[in-house]
């Protein structure tokens, strides 16, 4: 892997664990299993299917989704992985989403970067897209990620103008 993996679990990057939890690459899906023991059956309820990011097909203009397994969220949105003390249950394996990026500390350009070089990992797995379609089947889907990016942004925004004021 050319990235270092983060280890950050400040306010802003627990903030993407409450709001929109890291896409799962391949390799990611057998990591999570055997951390915590489980088969693909039980960790499945643990995942979502997401529409994916909104991309341009650079020859037609076009717009499409690439969707992507994410895990699954809380009812008050945050991912499943996330326990009451806002600790990561699966930190040391966590989803390429979650351990390549850190919401403190942002580098658009190595972003754009990983988000293709995920993308073609994803792109590439005949078994992952079949994973993908099976969450849902089952009804297991996230939101849009905009939609999560909306919410993230309220709060970080509203933690700032917090932390202003101290």
Request: hydrophobic share 30%.
């Amino acid at each position: 892997m050319r990235w270092k993996r983060s280890h950050c679990a400040c306010w802003k990057c627990r903030a993407f664990c409450k709001f929109m939890p890291g896409r799962l690459i391949p390799r990611d899906l057998k990591r999570i299993r055997e951390f915590l023991g489980v088969t693909d059956e039980v960790l499945d309820e643990s995942l979502a299917a997401s529409p994916g990011p909104l991309m341009e097909n650079t020859l037609t203009g076009k717009q499409f989704r690439m969707a992507v397994v994410v895990p699954a969220t809380k009812e008050d949105g945050s991912c499943v992985f996330l326990d009451e003390k806002e600790q990561c249950r699966v930190h040391a394996v966590a989803p390429f989403g979650c351990g390549y990026f850190d919401g403190c500390k942002v580098d658009e350009e190595k972003g754009e970067d990983k988000q293709r070089w995920s993308l073609s990992k994803v792109e590439d797995s005949k078994d992952y897209r079949r994973r993908v379609f099976n969450l849902r089947r089952q009804g297991r889907k996230a939101d849009k990620p905009e939609d999560q990016l909306k919410r993230l942004k309220q709060y970080v925004k509203g933690k700032d103008a917090e932390n202003a004021t101290r």
